[in-house]
């Protein structure tokens, strides 16, 4: 699963975690706006969280508005969009 985000205001490192309702975990830390979860497991649903941090402070994730989904099956992907 490849996931992708704005740039946080000041952040320079992120860390995004994939949770899976079975307990299975996968985490990605990174310099970059974009993960790829190489290693989910099928049948599972997962929960995404990303948050950044500067090396002085790190933001927490907070719970999305006005969530949008839009599945695309011929590509195997899918899109989530909430306001900022």
């Known amino acids: 699963v490849a996931v ?3 740039q946080s205001k000041g952040g320079t ?3 995004s975690v994939a949770q899976g ?3 299975y975990a996968s985490t990605c830390n990174n310099s970059e ?3 790829l979860f190489n290693d989910l ?3 599972l649903n ?3 969280t990303v948050s950044a941090s500067n090396g002085v402070c790190s933001s927490a994730p907070c719970v999305p508005q006005n ?3 839009e599945m695309m ?3 195997d992907t899918g899109m989530v969009w909430w306001e900022e």
């Open 46 to 48: 997962y929960s995404i």
């Open 67 to 69: 969530v949008t989904a």
């Open 4 to 6: 992708s985000w704005e």
């Open 21 to 23: 309702n079975g307990g």
């Open 33 to 35: 706006t974009t993960c």
């Open 13 to 15: 490192h992120y860390t």
């Open 41 to 43: 497991l099928c049948g």
């Open 73 to 75: 099956c011929s590509s």
